[in-house]
């Protein structure tokens, strides 16, 4: 099992209640490997009620998307498809707890449900009111789902398919278990969860991928749409106090902290990097961390020769995407914080482990999950090549392929972007999204 990163401030949904899941369709002994269970994709899931016809009159839709903030981010675009498609449809999502701030407020959603993780039967699922937590659990147990679906194309960690499987929707749709290598083994057997399994091992960015979810309930014609950050105006107003109570001159926000130490460029090389960037282009710094990298935080701020204040445990998740959009640019690992600079639109750089020849199905690629902007708006660095004894990606512990993004060559090109993005882009927009 994957192990949850830490999130920047974000306190989960105040109301929960205990679920029970269904047991879900018997699974089959794959002959060949006695220890392992495995259904093919096919016509193998259980024929349940039809009352699904099309997007178009669909009553109620779940969406499982049981990942982090990152994430959530790139589903946006996935989310405003299908409220297109589906008008009179109130649509569920169900989130890990650490992507509820931003569902929760969501235009495209009509109610939120969170979840810790579905790693057994009994979970525990949250909302922010007493009559949405109801009205869930309602659904749910009297199965009134006319459409489940799964986003989640890579290793499924936390049990979405499972959840997905227990809506009791006549159709549940998501992505095979052989979309990686590693979900075939992992998720070996989950397949049994679906009704309409998704077939797909091209080489596409995250938000466009799911996107092809649509194809298999019959749309064809589907749009792509730009990723959103959301915050409301109580969060615009705690990122303006904090903007004019810390800061006099543009800020550049920057987010160096990953749980990962392979995706993390060490401070050491890091901060000559802002310095040169916070002195050529007069700007503040604003350190963007999570409340457990508090201490981290301080020190990288103080460190720096400029004028730089750490955010880290200040702002909630929300107030910190209203920050970030009143912020100059943005550089950031390869982590949610990137994506919640491209979802309020502004300009980012993100350093990369992943190395330029390296495997672009890989889970740490740009090609799957670059920060998803209008072109010129971001710049990814990444390694030309990995360091032995790595392959096809960074597989180390510790950060080892990064650390060649400390090099000339990577600051030219880091300081060539900053000096084309901060002459050309407007103030940022400062409304509420």
Not at 36 to 59: D, E, K, M, W, Y
Not at 185 to 205: I, K, M, P, Q, S
Request: contains cysteine.
């Amino acid at each position: 099992m994957s192990s949850i990163p830490s999130s920047l401030s974000n306190p989960g949904p105040p109301y929960h209640a205990a679920l029970t899941l269904p047991s879900g369709p018997k699974r089959l002994t794959d002959d060949r490997e006695l220890s392992r269970f495995h259904i093919p994709p096919g016509p193998f899931a259980p024929v349940r009620p039809g009352r699904f016809s099309n997007l178009a009159t669909a009553r109620r839709i779940l969406v499982v998307r049981l990942d982090f903030v990152g994430d959530w981010i790139l589903t946006t675009p996935f989310l405003d498809e299908l409220r297109a498609r589906a008008p009179r449809a109130e649509i569920t999502a169900v989130v890990i707890d650490r992507a509820f701030a931003f569902a929760d407020a969501d235009p495209a959603v009509d109610r939120v449900i969170s979840t810790t993780a579905a790693r057994g039967r009994r979970v525990t699922v949250g909302a922010s009111s007493v009559k949405a937590l109801a009205g869930f659990i309602a659904d749910y147990r009297k199965q009134r789902f006319d459409l489940a679906l799964v986003p989640r194309w890579d290793v499924d960690f936390n049990g979405a398919a499972m959840v997905a499987y227990g809506s009791g929707a006549p159709r549940v749709v998501g992505f095979a278990e052989t979309s990686t290598g590693t979900k075939t083994v992992t998720n070996r057997g989950d397949d049994r969860f679906y009704t309409d399994v998704v077939e797909d091992r091209a080489n596409l960015h995250e938000a466009e991928r799911m996107l092809t979810l649509f194809g298999a309930i019959g749309v064809r014609d589907w749009r792509e749409r730009p990723v959103r950050a959301v915050s409301t105006a109580a969060d615009e107003t705690a990122a303006a106090a904090i903007m004019a109570d810390k800061f006099t001159r543009p800020v550049l926000a920057v987010a160096p902290f990953v749980d990962q130490g392979r995706r993390t460029l060490p401070a050491p090389l890091l901060m000559p990097m802002i310095d040169r960037l916070q002195g050529r282009f007069d700007m503040d710094v604003a350190v963007i961390a999570a409340p457990i990298h508090a201490g981290r935080a301080a020190r990288f701020a103080a460190d720096l020769s400029g004028h730089a204040v750490s955010l880290a445990g200040r702002l909630t998740l929300r107030e910190t995407a209203a920050f970030m959009r009143r912020c100059a640019a943005a550089v950031t690992m390869d982590s949610g914080p990137a994506h919640i600079a491209a979802g309020v639109g502004l300009p980012v750089a993100v350093f990369s482990c992943h190395p330029a020849d390296g495997d672009p199905g890989h889970p740490q690629s740009p090609v799957r999950f670059a920060p998803r902007t209008a072109a010129g708006l971001s710049l990814v660095l990444q390694p030309r090549t990995a360091l032995p004894p790595c392959l096809d990606g960074c597989s180390m512990d510790e950060a080892h392929c990064i650390t060649q993004l400390g090099d000339a060559r990577a600051m030219r090109r880091l300081e060539d972007f900053m000096a084309g993005i901060l002459g050309t882009i407007p103030a940022p927009v400062v409304e509420p999204a």
